[in-house]
């Protein structure tokens, strides 16, 4: 599909795609997603395929990395191509100094399982874009395969988020407002949550086997009710006088000592 060369703010297109840029209302409306830059518009091929929509500044055109992708959506006849003067570009980036490519693409859709029985990560009311893209970077590299996200966390497709989990997004089911109660409620794996009183360590606890993560708020910790679903809580060994870890780090912790278990001792 040949390249269409926008030069004016007022152009609708231009402008439906600074409102996408700008509003993550206007993103969960039209259901469709950002990637901003090189790694994440790769990632995403690799991945998933080609975008709706290619937008490649004047100026990265011709960059070593840029060129063979924006080629290839040209070619396919499927994805719209669209220039941008520098000025242009820059107004629906947020990454600054960044290489110019973002990718337009529909916002994946979770698929909810009917009961919870392979490893997951239940997010409850999570609030820090650099927290949740943490956690699922560490989940897909921990080989955990679904992340599910209360209706009160955070965007897990805006902009921030998908810059902090480095493409991970596309390799896991990520399911946005789901319902963790009932998640929980109906698991038929151990659902294990995270407290600095619990008197089980995380070291001692068996991991051999699938086992759901559950998460909260970055200064409210998980709702009560659904702790009392849960099938019990451990903590993490720590020395000094931090009272705890960040909640992104605590989560890598539990994930990387679940796999550390099952690599080491198969069931």
Request: net charge negative.
């Amino acid at each position: 599909m040949k390249p269409k060369i926008l030069s004016s703010r007022d152009n609708a297109l231009y402008k439906e795609l600074k409102q996408l840029a700008c509003s993550g209302q206007a993103r969960r409306k039209e259901g469709l997603s950002l990637l901003d830059g090189v790694h994440l518009c790769a990632s995403y091929v690799d991945a998933k395929g080609l975008p709706r929509i290619c937008v490649v500044s004047e100026t990265s055109l011709h960059h070593s990395e840029v060129a063979p992708l924006f080629a290839r959506c040209e070619a396919s006849g499927e994805t719209q191509c669209i220039v941008l003067p520098e000025s242009l570009y820059n107004a629906i980036s947020q990454v600054e100094h960044g290489v110019g490519l973002t990718y337009v693409i529909p916002t994946p859709q979770g698929v909810v399982p009917r009961v919870l029985d392979s490893s997951a990560v239940l997010l409850d009311r999570l609030q820090d874009p650099g927290n949740l893209g943490s956690i699922i970077r560490s989940a897909a590299a921990a080989g955990i395969r679904h992340v599910f996200c209360s209706n009160e966390t955070v965007q897990a497709w805006s902009p921030k988020v998908l810059r902090a989990g480095m493409g991970a997004h596309f390799l896991l089911n990520i399911v946005e407002q789901a319902d963790l109660l009932s998640l929980v409620g109906e698991a038929t794996i151990p659902v294990l949550g995270t407290s600095s009183h619990a008197s089980t360590s995380l070291y001692a606890a068996d991991l051999r086997g699938e086992t759901a993560w559950l998460f909260g708020h970055e200064g409210q910790g998980v709702n009560e009710s659904l702790l009392k679903l849960a099938s019990g809580t451990v903590v993490i060994p720590h020395r000094g006088a931090v009272e705890s870890l960040n909640v992104a780090a605590s989560a890598a912790v539990c994930f990387f000592e679940q796999l550390r278990q099952q690599s080491a001792s198969p069931i």
